[in-house]
């Protein structure tokens, strides 16, 4: 039987018990297919790995034509950045708690991923961010990317910071606040929902600016294009002492005068799921918004 996907990467949560006895376990349901099998590195390293191939995150990207993520959300969010310049799909295994992304459950993984291989299954394509912060006291850009968003926030001081956003060139406003969040559609139910944003359909060319606990009460979450290009400004303070964090992983440094360039990327991530995915059966489940009071 040909196998939908040859060539297949396994990125497991490092240094989780339950991890490593899946990868494991995924590893050999895939050998069973005649797929080839190629282990993260430093997935690897925390698992008793009996001579199966190893690869860099890199070798991956060249070689595979699909990484299968083990863990949760952040197992998945760290692979897609180092994946999407490769255009290969992901799928994940959820292992974490709340799964917004990852949704083969381990109980019936051989089931799932055997449906998967035989080509049955769904794709989507999510846009990302691609940030560049441009400082003004010279030097090399700093740059990440980011698949849920992008936070520009106060670090390590008890005092709000004073921030001038701009997009496609057009001033918007000046807000004194905790911070801003640039969200994906993806990213909408995440930081950008507890912040009191809005649940956007994970398929929209859309970008979602969601302020931080406001100092002017009327501020209100923005939904823009998603080819828009967003420029926040950390403003002169002497009590400004902020950070650019994206999907919470990367932190960036920023000081007053610094410019934060926030764009969609060029390529999408490519997500993959079983036939059976539903978004608002997903929703239903982890907000529970059908259970019984």
Not at 81 to 108: A, E, K, S, Y
Request: hydrophobic share 40%; net charge negative; glycine share 8%.
């Amino acid at each position: 039987m040909d196998n939908a996907f040859n060539c297949i990467g396994l990125i497991g949560k490092y240094g989780e018990a339950d991890v490593s006895a899946t990868v494991l376990d995924l590893s050999r349901i895939l050998r069973q297919r005649g797929c080839e099998v190629l282990i993260d590195n430093q997935t690897a390293s925390h698992i008793f790995n009996p001579g199966l191939p190893t690869a860099s995150l890199a070798e991956m990207g060249e070689r595979c034509d699909l990484v299968i993520t083990v863990g949760g959300d952040g197992t998945l969010l760290s692979t897609a950045r180092q994946m999407v310049d490769h255009d290969v799909p992901l799928l994940g295994v959820n292992l974490g708690r709340l799964g917004f992304l990852v949704d083969v459950p381990p109980i019936n993984m051989a089931e799932s991923i055997g449906a998967i291989l035989d080509g049955q299954y769904q794709e989507e394509r999510r846009l990302m961010l691609a940030t560049r912060i441009v400082h003004h006291a010279g030097g090399e850009d700093s740059v990440g990317d980011a698949l849920n968003d992008v936070v520009v926030h106060k670090w390590e001081v008890a005092r709000m910071i004073e921030t001038e956003t701009y997009i496609n060139g057009r001033f918007v406003n000046t807000m004194r606040s905790d911070g801003l969040i640039i969200s994906t559609p993806t990213g909408s139910t995440a930081y950008a929902l507890s912040a009191g944003g809005p649940i956007l359909e994970p398929d929209l060319n859309a970008l979602l600016i969601v302020p931080i606990c406001p100092h002017t009460m009327s501020y209100r979450p923005i939904l823009i294009d998603g080819d828009s290009e967003i420029e926040v400004i950390v403003k002169e303070n002497p009590h400004s002492h902020a950070q650019v964090t994206c999907d919470g992983q990367i932190n960036l440094g920023v000081v007053s005068g610094d410019r934060i360039l926030i764009r969609r990327k060029e390529k999408p991530i490519r997500l993959l799921h079983p036939c059976q995915h539903d978004h608002y059966e997903i929703l239903r489940a982890k907000l529970h918004w059908s259970e019984q009071y």
